[in-house]
């Protein structure tokens, strides 16, 4: 059950794209297209921006875009917004009911 | 709508035990599985329990297992989550999750979450 790796920060100016990057293994990423990530603002509960590799929630605006290629997932934020700068964890299915999470990402807008 | 209020935090000395609850409004409960996530002050997120939509099955991670126990009462629409021997290390705010998949069809997923309630483990 170990962690999913993401880098500890990301950053862009407002209206530009960024990228965060979520690498896994065979045994959770690789092995099962049940990919979420979760954005959380300072003092808030998480909330689900993608499930299922890159569904959108209602709700979640289309900025908001995700894949997966391997054992790496990747979310994309198009258009940066201030509202944006947050926290962003990914998670996986590793099996028998477990899901595990990254480290997080913390997103500055410039 | 849809809401999931945690209680029963505190703070506790290490080796005892604490009992949270998630009361659950507005949508299905015995549809859907429920996890228990903590975050450690500063940390990242971890899935610390799952239990199934009908409290069949559950699964804990490494960190807590034989030490905590979840369980729910579709009757009271309530989650719960026993903790016996904590240690400093289960600091954290604790907050419960409801699966977005509907019985066994799971997304893997939680789309919705309580506020939290804050966990210290110290003497």
């Known amino acids: 059950q170990s962690a999913l790796t993401q880098p500890p920060s990301a950053s862009g100016s407002p209206g530009q794209a960024v990228t965060i990057s979520c690498t896994g293994t065979n045994s959770d990423i690789g092995g099962y297209n049940f990919v979420s990530w979760y954005q959380q603002h300072p003092g808030k509960a998480p909330k689900l921006m993608i499930y299922?590799?890159?569904k959108r929630p209602s709700g979640v605006p289309d900025r908001f875009s995700a894949s997966k290629s391997g054992n790496t997932a990747s979310l994309t934020v198009s258009g940066l917004q201030a509202e944006d700068e947050a926290d962003y964890y990914c998670?996986?299915?590793?099996?028998?009911?477990?899901?595990?999470f990254g480290g997080g990402t913390k997103l500055t807008v410039l | 709508q849809v809401q999931l209020v945690e209680s029963g935090g505190g703070v506790v000395q290490p080796g005892r035990s604490l009992r949270l609850s998630c009361a659950v409004s507005g949508i299905t409960f015995s549809a859907h599985d429920m996890r228990w996530v903590r975050q450690a002050p500063g940390k990242g997120l971890e899935c610390v329990a799952v239990?199934?939509?009908?409290?069949?099955?559950?699964n804990y991670a490494d960190s807590v297992k034989g030490r905590f126990t979840i369980s729910r009462d579709n009757s009271k629409n309530t989650l719960y989550i026993q903790m016996n021997s904590l240690r400093p290390e289960d600091t954290a705010v604790y907050y419960c999750?409801?699966?977005?998949?509907?019985?066994?069809?799971?997304?893997?997923?939680?789309?919705?979450w309580g506020q939290g309630t804050t966990v210290t483990v110290s003497s």
């Open positions: 299922e590799v890159a």
């Open positions: 239990i199934s939509y009908d409290g069949s099955n559950k």
């Open positions: 999750g409801k699966e977005r998949g509907w019985f066994s069809d799971l997304a893997y997923a939680m789309d919705v």
């Open positions: 998670s996986s299915y590793a099996g028998s009911n477990i899901v595990i």
